[in-house]
């Protein structure tokens, strides 16, 4: 179903560029109801150190009290897969000489 909101959210211009903002709602969630939206996202060299590696959502996060914090909720995602300290080593860089190249992660 489409989200009950009154535009596209505004892509993040200043750090954490990890935030998508909506603060137009333009009516009311329905009980039930499946709602999605797609993202652009950046898929980042190594997994973070300093914060949770999963996604979250929340309604209310800018409000002090808790029970004005409607809904939150979090999805864990899989570790960044990457290949770190990779090392390549040759005999000779002489063009057309033979050469033996080993690669080592």
């Known amino acids: ?8 959210p505004a892509r993040p211009v200043s750090p954490p560029k990890n935030v998508l903002t909506i603060d137009y709602m333009q009516g009311a969630w329905q009980p039930g109801v499946k709602y999605g939206f797609a993202a652009k996202i950046r ?4 997994p973070p150190t300093g914060s949770a ?6 309604f ?5 009290l808790h029970e004005n914090r409607l ?3 979090a999805t864990d995602i ?6 770190i300290n990779g090392g390549v080593l ?9 050469t033996t190249m080993t690669f080592s992660v």
């Open 90 to 98: 040759y005999t000779t860089s002489i063009a057309n000489r033979s």
């Open 1 to 8: 179903a489409d989200m009950p909101i009154s535009g596209v």
């Open 78 to 83: 899989p570790l960044v897969k990457s290949l």
């Open 60 to 64: 209310g996060y800018n409000e002090i």
């Open 53 to 58: 590696n999963q996604f979250t959502i929340e």
């Open 43 to 46: 898929i980042p060299y190594v």
């Open 71 to 73: 809904e939150a909720g």
